[in-house]
């Protein structure tokens, strides 16, 4: 007998609520929501992130009609949320539990009447006294399996009809279907950029398999650094899928890697002139900018290189100031505004604000592999070379995919050569590079 399907409404990343505080949903999906859940003898089934604003695609309809069980957290009145909780109180006369964070603003209607969980955020905005609330929740998905309406719909409205049994075995053998494909390209990145291509070989039409298989197909490929796989691929998808925000910022990744360097720009700025500004995108066009600006280097012309430069760091300065707690974009233009020549005088005033988003964010507790090599960068950058030891040593053990280092030990050669031009010892730093390179080749 299989383990019945709980599906979870909620946003993803963190959000703020109404109040203006910041919470982190996806610790409090990993360390309250799942737990419960699996406590009740369920199996959490997470929706793919909303790739982009209001679109909801058919999986997710799928997953909220079909799955037997559901929890919403009704917290910063996410629309998508309570969309979805509409479309699932349309189908389902009980089994859907409602949760929502205490103190995050007046919801847009009296929960109070669906006998929604109040729980409790810390100041880092995550879930305190998570076991109260895991035993809360998981009380309250036992107790749904009683058939007592939770929908106000099946309360009201006699007759009112479900769905049958045929549509849900189907659904449980697409998720299964997908939780095996997905098992198979786990296994694939540790094997290497043909066993991505098998994988993709095996999915008979892209354009109708789940988007949760997809995307995670895409992301495989930049894993093994298959650029061209991914660019492949993107024409490949759904229009639907094709036109979000995360697969349009990742195709210019790719175009980019794939040294498409004019293309990776044009899908860049079409994206930022449709969405508006976001630090991701901003900072994935910045890294077009700075390759320009090497390659241009590389062939001595002067009057381009300044150019590009200046392209570089404004790109990467506009990510920044859109986000301040994203400081990807903040610590490449501050690597940056250093190798400039004279260095920019902005550096000084940028150089505390870029390290303590960098510091904020370690301090989160869900620190990764960017985190640690901004603090490298940054020990670098004021010569620090203990910081920098401690840093590297902590950036090599959060790696996830060979990429990743390589470009940190890119972006230090760069800044080594730009100390040596100015006749200051930087030797120390070339252990650092071939530390880098070293794991980015295993």
């Keep these: 007998m299989p383990t019945p399907l709980c599906f979870i409404l909620m946003p993803f990343g963190k959000k703020r609520d109404a109040t203006n505080r910041e919470i982190d949903f996806d610790a409090v999906y990993e360390l309250l929501i799942a737990p419960a859940v699996r406590a009740a003898g369920l199996e959490p089934l997470r929706a793919y992130e909303e790739l982009d604003g209001g679109i909801i695609h058919k999986p997710i309809f799928e997953q ?32 859907t539990v409602l949760l929502f964070a205490e103190g995050s603003g007046q919801p847009p209607f009296d929960v109070a009447q669906l006998r929604a969980i109040p729980y409790v955020i810390d100041a880092c905005g995550q879930p305190a006294n998570e076991l109260k609330y895991q035993a809360l929740l998981s009380q309250r998905l036992q107790a749904a399996r009683q058939p007592v309406h939770d929908s106000l719909l099946f309360q009201l409205l006699d007759s009112y009809p479900g769905v049958g049994h045929t549509k849900t075995d189907l659904f449980r053998n697409t998720i299964e279907y997908s939780k095996e494909m997905k098992e198979r390209l786990a296994q694939a990145r540790k094997a290497g950029l043909e066993a991505v291509r098998a994988v993709e ?22 894993a093994v650094k298959g650029w061209n796989g991914m660019i492949a691929l993107e024409a490949k998808m759904s229009k639907v899928l094709a036109s979000t925000v995360m697969v349009r910022e990742q195709l210019g990744f790719a175009l980019n890697r794939a040294g498409r360097n004019d293309e990776a720009e044009a ?6 002139k449709r969405r508006g500004p976001a630090s991701e995108t901003y900072g994935i066009l910045g890294r077009v900018y700075k390759e320009r600006w090497q390659a241009a280097n590389a062939v001595d012309d002067p009057m381009l290189a300044r150019d590009l430069l200046t392209k570089a760091i404004g790109a990467y300065l506009k990510g920044f100031e859109v986000d301040w707690r994203d400081a990807y974009p903040g610590i490449n233009a501050v690597t940056l505004m250093a190798q400039a020549e004279p260095p920019d005088p902005r550096l000084g005033g940028l150089l505390p604000v870029v390290t303590y988003a960098v510091e904020r964010k370690i301090a989160s507790g869900q620190p990764d592999y960017w ?18 030891t401690q840093s590297l040593a902590d950036a090599l053990a959060h790696i996830r995919a060979p990429w990743e280092p390589e470009t940190t030990s890119t972006n230090l050669g760069l800044y080594r050569k730009a100390l040596e031009r100015r006749g200051e010892d930087a030797k120390w730093l070339t252990d650092i590079e071939i530390a880098l390179k070293k794991r980015g080749t295993e």
């Design 267 to 272: 899908v860049l700025l079409e994206l930022i």
């Design 201 to 222: 070989a095996a999915i008979p039409n892209m354009a109708d398999c789940e988007a949760g298989v997809v995307i995670d197909l895409f992301l495989s490929y930049r």
């Design 64 to 95: 909220l009609v079909l799955c037997e069980y559901a929890v919403a957290d009704l917290t910063a009145a996410n629309a998508n949320v309570f969309y979805e909780l509409g479309v699932r109180h349309a189908v389902k006369p009980h089994t």
């Design 371 to 388: 985190d640690y090599a901004a603090r490298l960068e940054l020990a670098v950058l004021v010569g620090d070379e203990a910081r920098a």
